[in-house]
């Protein structure tokens, strides 16, 4: 299943009993199986939040172990996420399982609608970070030495139809005038069907909603 399948939704999904042991701890050896959340931290990317640990034969899912009735939370983060077989719930289920259409101790990771509206950019997705949606793979470049250097940014604020304001992820090895942390100017240039998103310079965000010293 794809990223934006899968993000905000609840999902069920297989892992080694070892695994699950190592998070839930000594007593849960034969859990194969999580019944779960997933939902986006900007900082750690797509997280999926444990609402039951149990046993799947097949379809039939027996849970065991529930993390809120210890006061406990349980995440796995996309790095094993990713590499898991997952389906969503039916809404039988969610019925069955009594679960919530969003968990309200996930509601503070629920973001403005500029970064709602930026992640719907289907065209986007070709740059985006595996798991982190609101990142993209950029280029710096020199116009004088003609070299250039792929680097991370995380999506700030879309101003023109292809271009958006950037906070550079990464330090880039060689000297192109930005630095890790800094605000960039970027656009997206699309030929058929590729995509390449460029830095184009340093850019200040002056609140939510204005652009101001771009170095274009």
Known sequence: ????EIIYQWVF???????????????YEEMNAVIGFIYLDSSCGMTLNVE???VAAGE????????????????????????KEM??????EKIEFNLPEF??????????????????LVWLDRVRAPGFPDDIKCMVYDEKTKNGEW???????????????CRLLNEPFKEFGVHKGET??????????????ICTGKAELIGQDRVSKLQD
């Not at 297989?14 to 695994?19: A, D, M, R, V």
């Open 87 to 92: 389906r969503l719930l039916s809404k039988q």
């Open 1 to 4: 299943m794809t990223d934006r």
């Open 60 to 83: 039939v899912f027996r849970p065991l172990f529930k993390p809120a009735d210890f006061k406990q939370m349980f995440f796995v983060r996309y790095s094993l996420l990713a590499k």
């Open 13 to 27: 999904a297989h892992f080694e009993p070892k695994e699950l042991a190592r998070l839930f701890g000594d007593g």
């Open 184 to 197: 960039i100017s970027v656009l997206a240039v699309i030929k058929g069907n590729e995509i390449s998103c």
């Open 52 to 54: 039951f640990g149990g």
């Open 151 to 165: 680097v991370w940014a995380r999506l700030l604020h879309q101003y023109a139809e292809h271009r958006f304001i």
């Open 103 to 120: 968990p309200d101790l996930l509601k503070r990771y629920i973001d403005d609608k500029e970064k709602v509206e930026m992640r719907s």
